[in-house]
């Protein structure tokens, strides 16, 4: 079923010299004016990245498209979160375009879901293929999240990261959009990767 290709994947360097801001300390920037209310950021392994902006047309169709398949399919049995924050650790609190978690009866007001309320996370890629398959990737690797979809709307595949450690994901594949692919916590549904991006414009 699935393509045996496995991802590139290089190595990422942390320099030392580089000073890396707490999550807490991220939120004070917002707080005090030194990052806008309308900046669109994000921290990740102490570091602060511009996300993706404006929003092309088929990125935000493949979040549309993504979300209304996992909820048909999952209903009340997960919480859907589209482009909110992830508590990963100190110094990384990412917001991935779909975070599959827990349900939470407060709906996560004391904290921002934790590695261990997440069940999968999805990114939709055409800008920030790179910054999701490495950055990204590594970082979620060694909080342990151990399903990580990567929807790459420009070559219409998917990268598919599992079997998550510190220095990243050892299991990694990339499947042609003819293909299935299922949820590691729920194997019994099976979406073809065509039906969850965006369609084709016939020209």
């Known amino acids: 079923m699935m393509a045996m290709s496995v991802v590139s994947s290089e190595s990422i360097e942390v320099d030392t010299s580089v000073r890396l801001w707490t999550v807490e300390e991220y939120y004070h920037m917002a707080e005090v004016g030194i990052l806008g209310p309308d900046e669109r950021v994000e921290l990740i ?14 990125h935000y169709t493949t979040i549309t498209r993504t979300e209304r ?7 009340t049995r997960v919480l859907l979160r589209i ?15 779909i975070a599959v978690v827990y349900p939470d009866p407060m709906d996560y007001i004391e ?3 934790y590695p261990d309320d997440i069940l999968l996370l999805i990114e939709v890629a055409d800008k920030t293929l790179k910054r999701d398959c490495q950055l990204k990737a590594k970082e979620y690797a060694s909080a342990g999240i151990k399903d990580y979809w990567v929807l790459d709307v420009n070559n219409r595949q998917l990268y598919l990261f599992r079997e998550p450690g510190q220095e990243g994901y050892s ?9 299935e692919v ?14 969850l991006l965006a369609p084709m414009i016939s020209q």
């Open 83 to 97: 482009q909110a924050p992830v508590h990963l650790n100190d110094y990384s609190e990412p917001e991935p375009d």
């Open 45 to 58: 392994a102490g570091e602060i990245y511009q996300k993706m902006s404006p929003q092309g047309t088929p």
């Open 182 to 195: 299922s949820p590691l916590e729920f194997p019994e549904l099976k979406f073809v990767v065509r039906d």
């Open 69 to 75: 398949m996992l909820r048909q399919g999952l209903g």
């Open 111 to 113: 904290h921002h879901p």
């Open 171 to 179: 299991s990694q594949v990339i499947l042609s959009e003819n293909e």
